[in-house]
């Protein structure tokens, strides 16, 4: 009787701890971990049937993808065009990016973020790049699209990328 009572208080902490921790987390957290564990939207329309079946090896699908984005949205397209198509996709930013991209020669402090600015643009924008998500839970993919525009606003440079990785 009284091993019941323990491995039932047992149960009851436990829960109440994950009741906590769930709690705890941000409303944004608890969101994305229901949006893994439970809906997966498939890849957007500009990525096709291309996919990336080997977690550690997806050059072949980020060339393909790289390969779609430079169809529809070739040099001398308007950056206001490849932004709308692909937030109408559902791609978006990143909210945690950095501000500015860090060159390859300097140095960042310790802790902070950064992001190393792409060899073909070293005043690239991070807030000129929207990625796309999906997958079910422990694996996700992913496919973004990195751009520099000319003071007109016309492409010079844009990358597409696809990356696939489970826990």
Known sequence: MKSAIRIGLIALVCLL????????LSENARLLL????????????IAGNIHCHDWQNCESAS???DEAVARRFPRGTPQQALEAAL????????????????????????????ITCPDWDARWD?????????GRFPCGNTVGVRWSADRLGRIVHREGYYYFACL
């Open 63 to 65: 060339r393909q993808f």
């Open 126 to 134: 991070p807030k000129d790049e929207l990625v796309y998500h999906w």
């Open 34 to 45: 229901a949006v893994a564990l439970q809906f997966d939207p498939g890849p957007p329309p």
């Open 17 to 24: 701890a994950a009741l906590g921790i769930a709690l705890a």
């Open 87 to 114: 937030l109408e996709q559902n791609f978006a930013r990143d909210p945690h990016m950095p501000k500015t991209c860090t060159p390859k020669w300097a140095s960042a402090a310790v802790g902070v973020l950064t």
